[in-house]
């Protein structure tokens, strides 16, 4: 019941993007088109999972008992960094079609913060290693689900009259500050 | 008038306006929106992120002939995350109080893109007193934005700035502003108005 309550907790009541503000660069470079914010939202989700459960592991087996902790966030960049590599080579390898979908997408996700973050969060909040994944695939679906709305949104503001001095970023933000105040209605669902 | 300033002056001046990280690249945005809910987090996420692209900026500058060209992001990176972590435990030693409500967003100053963007773009190319001009222009640029969106949206959303009351009983605090809409909204405002004021200064 816990992981199911981790899970809406981390994709809607407290979504990443809209409520942490982690994540926005991707958000507001790739929501142009509903194709590429699927393949982003993709590749994201897929790399959240696995460094949950890195970065946890890293965290309680190896920072933990030898007292670095005081290391932490330079050994989770670094694990980060080098993990969006080796997802990158696995991908390529294992599955071309994949590969094409996501492509040019999991490079950036290196600089993503909504990655970091999340194995920062999971950390604060002392979840297990199963609590971990779970929180980064609701994490990675939330991110999926914002990016996508925002990108359908944005596909329809290109026939809209937007005064000229917000195009591109200030009507983005003020979107997406609409958005925010919508999710802001799933806050009374679940408190963790 | 800006134009006849000499080059070095020009590195320091950019950040703050021209190519002002926020307002004109949306580079940084996640701590710009996520701490801006007080004028005094603001300032306080404004001068570590200054403070570790100041410094990161003289060491990375100061090494870019040594930094093997393939493996440079990840050294710029260990670089960045070590003076984090100085920034980190220096603020949870000596201020507590704003550590604590800055919470993971101090960690998170690694993958500001802002950083290491001025790394890649700047500091690896330029010596060293170059380097630490751009860096404290951008730096300064930074928390110019962050401490303007804290203080609006402090005044708005609780009547106070730095914590004094400054709005009279009339006043209803807008709640909205120091919640996460707020942040979007206001920032989508402030871009507005500097591609006003770009376009009033480009007609002059």
């Known amino acids: ?192 | 008038m800006g134009k006849q300033k000499s080059a070095i002056t020009r590195e320091f001046i950019k950040g703050l306006w021209d190519e002002n990280p926020v307002l004109i690249s949306l580079l940084g945005l996640c701590p710009a929106l996520a701490v801006t809910n007080s004028a005094i987090n603001g300032l306080a996420m404004g001068l570590a992120t200054t403070f570790v692209v100041v410094c990161s900026s003289i060491i990375i500058s100061s090494l870019r002939k040594v930094i093997p060209h393939q493996v440079r992001i990840a050294s710029y990176i260990v670089i960045i995350a070590t003076f984090v972590t100085v920034a980190d435990r220096f603020m949870a030693a000596f201020y507590p109080a704003i550590s604590k409500a800055l919470g993971p967003y101090v960690p998170l100053i690694v993958v500001n893109c802002l950083i290491l963007g001025r790394q890649e773009a700047f500091a690896s190319k330029n010596n060293v007193g170059r380097s630490l001009l751009d860096a404290l222009g951008m730096g300064l640029g930074f928390l110019m934005v962050l401490f303007t969106l804290g203080t609006i949206r402090e005044v708005l959303g609780s009547g106070t700035f730095l914590t004094y009351q400054v709005m009279g009983d009339w006043f209803q605090p807008w709640l909205v502003m120091v919640l996460p809409p707020g942040a979007f909204i206001m920032l989508g405002l402030l871009i507005g108005l500097s591609n006003w004021i770009n376009d009033r200064r480009a007609k002059a």
């Open chain 1, 1 to 192: 019941m816990n992981i199911i309550l981790i899970f809406i907790s981390a994709a809607v009541v407290n979504n990443f993007v809209l409520t942490y503000f982690l994540g926005l660069c991707p958000f507001v470079g790739v929501s142009k088109r509903l194709s590429s914010a699927v393949s982003m939202g993709m590749a994201v989700t897929f790399v959240m999972a696995i460094s949950a459960a890195v970065t946890w592991l890293i965290y309680n087996l190896l920072l933990v008992p030898y007292h670095i902790e005081i290391l932490e966030y330079v050994s989770f960049i670094l694990v980060i960094a080098s993990l969006v590599q080796l997802v990158e080579m696995f991908v390529r390898k294992v599955s071309k079609p994949l590969y094409d979908a996501l492509g040019i997408y999991l490079p950036l996700i290196t600089t993503n913060c909504a990655i970091l973050g999340l194995a920062l969060f999971a950390v604060l909040r002392h979840y297990g290693f199963v609590e971990s994944l779970v929180f980064g695939l609701g994490a990675g679906a939330g991110f999926t689900l914002a990016l996508v709305i925002m990108a359908g949104i944005r596909e329809e503001l290109e026939l809209a009259d937007v005064p000229k001095y917000f195009r591109g970023a200030g009507i983005t933000m003020i979107i997406a500050g609409s958005l925010a105040l919508a999710f802001m209605g799933f806050s009374g669902l679940i408190s963790i």
